[in-house]
Structures are given as structure tokens and as C-alpha cells.
């Protein structure tokens, strides 16, 4: 009986961790999440790009996505449209850290850290 409790525990831990470290089904397509001020973000992300629209302002910006853990990247911005000529001199470059905390559901909770602050969103697959 205890083995069989024991294996029973060690299969539920298993089968947890693996749903939620699940990164591998998050590195392509379509997503959306809703940025600290508002609005809606929506994104497409491919092997080497993530391309993000920001629905109320009509912003758009280009990363290069690097992977450098199985559940961590890099975003590298390399272009925007609809930004002001003197901030997109300042931000083109800005790189962002980010980490899978949680990965399930379709949905995943990402710690982001940039130069000054650090965030923690959900982003949803659309």
C-alpha cells in the first residue's frame, strides 16, 4: 500500500511539473495579454521574430526573440511604426528578459525585466 501511495505522489508530481514547464508549445503563434496600462497587445512570434501590435495606439514593434533556456528568452527590439521619431532612436535596441513562471491552459504567467522595472504578465494564445 505504501509503495503504491508512494508512486501514486511521485506521478502527480511528475505530471505537474511537466504541465506547467511546458515552454516547447509557446515558442510559435498567435498570443495576446493586456499591458499594466491597458489596452490590448496582440502578437504573433516566430522562430526568430515577435511582432506586437498595440491595438489602442496603433504602435507596432519587431523583436528578435532569442530562447536561452528551455523556458527563458530574449527580446531585442529592432523596429517600430507609429512612434515618435526621437523615442524610437532611444527604445530601438531595448532588450527584455523574460521567464516562464507557469505554463498552462494555453496561457502562461512571464516574468519581464527590463533596464527599470520588472513585470509579471499572463499571455494568453489567441
Given amino acids: 500500500m505504501k509503495i503504491l501511495v508512494l508512486l501514486t505522489f511521485v506521478f ?3 505530471f505537474s511539473y511537466s504541465q506547467n514547464n511546458d515552454c516547447e508549445s ?3 503563434g498567435k498570443y495576446f495579454y493586456t499591458p499594466p496600462n491597458g489596452g490590448e ?3 504573433k512570434r516566430t522562430k526568430k521574430k515577435q511582432k506586437e501590435r498595440y491595438n489602442d495606439e496603433h504602435q507596432r514593434f519587431i523583436f528578435r ?4 533556456a ?3 528568452y530574449e527580446l531585442e527590439l529592432i523596429k517600430t511604426r507609429g512612434v515618435n ?3 524610437k532612436n532611444e527604445i530601438i535596441g531595448t532588450k527584455l528578459y523574460c521567464k516562464i513562471l507557469k505554463a ?5 504567467k512571464v516574468e519581464i525585466v527590463s533596464e527599470d522595472r520588472v513585470e509579471l504578465v499572463t499571455i494568453y494564445e489567441k
Fill in 41 to 43: 497587445v496582440t502578437f
Fill in 65 to 68: 526573440i532569442t530562447w536561452t
Fill in 12 to 14: 502527480t508530481a511528475f
Fill in 104 to 108: 498552462e491552459f494555453e496561457q502562461y
Fill in 26 to 28: 509557446f515558442r510559435k
Fill in 70 to 72: 528551455e523556458c527563458e
Fill in 85 to 87: 521619431k526621437n523615442l
